[in-house]
């Protein structure tokens, strides 16, 4: 019912936009990516943190990394049980967290860029998602929540580019 709040989707969920296609390759890429990279790290003799790494660089790889697989995991899961519940806001607080963090690093240019932008798409995608959620629309929560993973998953794809960090991971 328009207006109510509720904690369960009661709306008919509708077919999945295309792009999910895309994001869920992409986003399993990364994962990929992300593990590769963490255990060649860990694995190495080189400190994990390059020395004099930012605060906010620890908190964000720390936030994002799961993020990755748990969000891979809520798309192919069953909805609107209440594990779905539980690991979505796990997922959208860490999403949230990524993204915030994402304005306290600014190592290439040394000012904002414009890969800032999708921190921004992505906050208001899970602000919209959760709003959504809370009052049963299922189709327009889905949208959103596909767009945000959408968003951090293209930043974390170009995390991987010679100089920063994940690609110092990966490619030494």
């Not at 009661?10 to 895309?22: F, G, H, T, V, W």
């Amino acid at each position: 019912m328009p207006g109510t709040t509720t904690t369960e989707l009661s709306a008919p969920i509708d077919p999945a936009p295309k792009y999910p296609r895309l994001v869920v390759p992409a986003a399993a890429v990364l994962a990929a990516l992300l593990l590769v990279a963490i255990v060649r790290r860990a694995a190495g003799t080189a400190a994990f943190w390059p020395a004099g790494i930012n605060g906010w660089i620890v908190v964000h790889v720390l936030a994002v990394t799961p993020t990755v697989p748990l969000g891979l995991y809520l798309f192919g899961s069953a909805k609107g049980t209440a594990a779905h519940r539980l690991l979505g806001r796990v997922w959208a607080g860490l999403i949230l967290v990524t993204a915030f963090t994402s304005f306290g690093i600014h190592s290439l240019t040394g000012h904002l860029s414009p890969i800032h932008l999708l921190s921004v798409y992505t906050i208001f995608g899970v602000a919209r998602g959760v709003w959504f959620a809370m009052h049963g629309d299922a189709a327009r929560h889905r949208r959103s929540m596909i767009g945000a993973f959408a968003g951090i998953t293209v930043a974390g794809l170009f995390t991987f580019l010679p100089g920063r960090l994940m690609g110092l991971w990966l490619f030494g």
